[in-house]
């Protein structure tokens, strides 16, 4: 899937790789209006239900100060996971039980996806099929169902979606948390929301499927070579 490559001061914007390890085809640019989404929803106060108050009345996005076309680099410390874990923990109500084995799956068509069209087009959701129409901003970050929402301090690369024909949100963030905490944070959230869950796995990516009414959902977690967390959260009819 094509990434968005960070800026980073004094040095040259490198792609970033796709999930399997190939070189994404071409890299999007970021336009200030999307750099402010993604530094939005990359601020504790996105996802961290104690600074809501400082949140302008809880406005989906809040912005504040000079906004940088380049994206932020993401912190990968033990504090930033330790905050993120917290803030999914207090999202979910505590300790998030276990997840069920996984089923096993051929994660192929979902690895080598490098668009969002192209990962809309492998989750086969309500609306893949209007996978090619979807224009690409930060904002439709913001348009996913709560139980779907980035990962608490995620740090989003890049956002598809469309409204046009269908409804569409295709969403590609990083998390320096481990894959089996989103992964647990995820099957929490939507079994809590009364959506069906499905979990499977080849052993290195992670999938949950299911849908709710007219509603269906992808969430692909796998590891990627930086030891980070890459997720790809598709939906479609919301």
Same mark, same amino acid.
């Given at each position: 899937?094509?990434?968005?490559?960070?800026?980073? #001061?004094?040095?040259?914007?490198?792609?970033?790789?796709?999930?399997c390890?190939g070189?994404?085809?071409? %890299?999007? /640019?970021?336009? #200030?209006?999307?750099a402010a989404?993604?530094?939005a929803?990359?601020?504790p106060?996105m996802?961290?239900?104690?600074?809501?108050?400082?949140?302008?009345?809880?406005? %989906?996005? =809040?912005v504040?100060?000079?906004?940088? %076309?380049?994206?932020?680099?993401?912190?990968?410390g033990?504090? =930033?996971?330790?905050?993120?874990r917290?803030?999914? !923990?207090?999202?979910i109500?505590?300790?998030?039980?276990?997840?069920?084995?996984?089923?096993?799956?051929?994660?192929?068509p979902?690895?080598?996806?490098m668009?969002a069209?192209?990962?809309a087009?492998? =989750?086969?959701?309500?609306?893949?099929d209007?996978?090619?129409?979807?224009s690409?901003?930060?904002?439709?970050?913001?348009m996913l169902?709560e #139980?779907?929402s980035?990962? #608490?301090?995620?740090a989003v690369?890049?956002a598809?979606g469309?409204?046009?024909?269908?409804r569409?949100r295709?969403?590609?963030f990083?998390s320096?948390?481990a894959? !089996?905490?989103?992964?647990?944070?995820y099957?929490?959230?939507?079994?809590?929301?009364?959506f069906?869950?499905?979990? =499977?796995?080849?052993?290195?990516g992670?999938?949950? /499927?299911g849908r709710?009414?007219?509603t269906?959902?992808?969430v692909?977690?796998?590891p990627?070579e930086?030891?980070l967390?890459? %997720?790809?959260?598709v939906?479609?009819?919301?």
């Amino acid at each position: 899937m094509v990434r968005i490559a960070a800026l980073l #001061p004094g040095a040259c914007a490198a792609l970033l790789l796709a999930g399997c390890g190939g070189a994404a085809k071409d %890299a999007a /640019r970021v336009k #200030p209006d999307d750099a402010a989404v993604i530094d939005a929803l990359a601020d504790p106060i996105m996802s961290d239900p104690e600074l809501a108050s400082q949140n302008e009345a809880h406005a %989906a996005i =809040a912005v504040s100060g000079p906004v940088s %076309a380049a994206l932020p680099p993401i912190e990968a410390g033990d504090g =930033a996971v330790d905050a993120a874990r917290d803030a999914a !923990a207090r999202l979910i109500g505590g300790a998030p039980a276990a997840v069920p084995d996984a089923g096993p799956t051929d994660l192929t068509p979902f690895r080598e996806a490098m668009t969002a069209a192209q990962m809309a087009v492998a =989750a086969r959701v309500p609306g893949s099929d209007c996978a090619g129409r979807v224009s690409y901003t930060a904002r439709w970050a913001t348009m996913l169902p709560e #139980p779907l929402s980035v990962y #608490p301090r995620g740090a989003v690369d890049e956002a598809a979606g469309s409204d046009v024909g269908c409804r569409l949100r295709i969403v590609h963030f990083r998390s320096p948390v481990a894959v !089996a905490d989103v992964l647990a944070f995820y099957y929490a959230r939507l079994r809590s929301a009364r959506f069906t869950v499905e979990h =499977a796995s080849d052993g290195a990516g992670h999938l949950l /499927r299911g849908r709710q009414g007219g509603t269906g959902y992808v969430v692909y977690l796998r590891p990627n070579e930086d030891g980070l967390t890459a %997720a790809d959260v598709v939906v479609g009819g919301v």
